[in-house]
């Protein structure tokens, strides 16, 4: 039973437009959201995150948005850049649960240039 | 160093053997994390040490499992009899508290043959 979902495997992005990657969960407990980027053969690297007091959260280009009545959340990169491309993966814990976290499957995003 | 580091980077053994997967968090963080990805599947949580002790050892996925962290540094999974199920990506990450940003290593690579 997948808690954190993101639904869509793959995104293809030309360069300058908009990314637009989601997430859904189902744990109702989580409380705190994290986006990290992948690269290959590297660890996950923290991108941003949002809290459930939040709606929306804001780091040069990229927006955490949260709606949680609908569980979801979702990750604006705009501009997008070649140097983006990467997997995102979406990550969720209870309060106070720290950094155990639960982990979406993750988004191959592509941007083209 | 100054990021969190893992040995080996890749590990291929037979099927039956134990293996020792090692992590180096980042000096004075007192939190250390281990994750593992499989084939086609998001990151998920194993174990968590604050200090050397383990609050939560929910993750582990069987009683083949086992992690230590001697002296508020060092962790080592172990991997007893492995199973070809257990080949995937091991993540180890650090964070100075329990609730503050957490860094991952590269991983290891564990190849089950």
């Known amino acids: 039973d997948q808690q954190v979902k993101q639904n869509s495997p793959s995104l293809s992005v030309q360069e300058g437009r908009i990314s637009i990657l989601n997430c859904d969960y189902t744990?109702?407990?989580?409380?705190?959201f994290l986006w990290y980027k992948k690269y290959p053969a590297e660890g996950p690297t923290f991108l941003i995150s949002i809290s459930s007091i939040k709606d929306k959260n804001e780091d040069g280009r990229f927006t955490v948005f949260l709606n949680k009545s609908a569980k979801h959340l979702s990750l604006h990169i705009v501009p997008s850049q070649p140097g983006d491309s990467a997997v995102y993966f979406c990550?969720?814990?209870?309060?106070?649960?720290?950094?155990?976290?639960?982990f979406g499957g993750g988004t191959r995003l592509m941007v083209k240039p | 160093g100054a990021g969190v580091s893992q040995s080996p980077s890749n590990k291929v053994t037979e099927k039956g053997k134990d293996v020792e997967l090692r992590c180096d968090p980042i000096?004075?963080?007192?939190?250390l994390y281990w994750y593992r990805q499989s084939l086609g599947q998001g990151l998920e949580f194993l174990i968590y040490?604050?200090?050397?002790?383990?609050?939560?050892k929910s993750g582990l996925p069987s009683d083949r499992f086992s992690a230590e962290r001697t002296g508020g540094s060092v962790s080592t999974l172990t991997i007893q009899r492995t199973q070809q199920e257990d080949s995937a990506v091991y993540l180890c990450?650090?964070?100075?508290?329990?609730?503050?940003?957490?860094?991952f290593g590269q991983g290891t690579r564990l190849t089950v043959v």
């Open positions: 000096s004075g963080h007192t939190a």
């Open positions: 040490f604050q200090g050397n002790s383990a609050p939560d």
């Open positions: 990550a969720a814990s209870p309060d106070n649960a720290g950094n155990m976290l639960t």
């Open positions: 990450a650090s964070s100075r508290q329990e609730n503050t940003e957490a860094f």
């Open positions: 744990n109702s407990m989580f409380d705190y």
